[in-house]
């Protein structure tokens, strides 16, 4: 069972930074993620990255503004998340799996950390 342990959100004001941090307990070769839930809102797809790091994939409300990267020799996954909206607002949920992280391809989730920008 491979835990998966979530920092570095918070409260920001619109335009801000953050980066998320995302830490596995083992070594992984799955897929790795981040995932977001708004308030009354399903939970979506944010970004993807493969396990060597060679194929990423965004949804495209972040496109240009988020950027996905892993640390293999860490099992750490990150989110840098730059120019922060209000409707970035959500738990963001770090999650392991394979493909395309399509939710029938979720191993693992993250316990989520909150992120709330202010206006």
């Known amino acids: 069972q491979v835990q998966l342990v979530e920092s570095g959100g918070g409260l920001v004001q619109a335009g801000a930074s953050l980066k998320l941090v995302c830490a596995a307990s083992?070594?992984?070769?799955?897929?790795m993620g981040w995932f977001r839930q708004a308030p009354g809102k399903d939970r979506e797809f944010v970004a993807g990255?493969?396990?060597?790091?060679?194929?990423?994939n965004y949804a495209d409300f972040v496109k240009g503004r988020f950027t996905i990267s892993r640390d293999n020799a860490k099992n750490t996954v990150y989110l840098q998340m730059n120019s922060l909206k209000p409707e970035d607002t959500a738990v963001y949920y770090c999650?392991?799996?394979?493909?395309?992280?399509?939710?029938?391809?979720?191993?693992?989730w993250g316990q989520g950390t909150q992120i709330t920008v202010s206006s």
């Open positions: 990255i493969s396990q060597s790091g060679g194929w990423t």
């Open positions: 999650a392991l799996g394979r493909g395309f992280l399509r939710p029938f391809e979720i191993n693992y």
């Open positions: 083992e070594r992984t070769s799955y897929v």
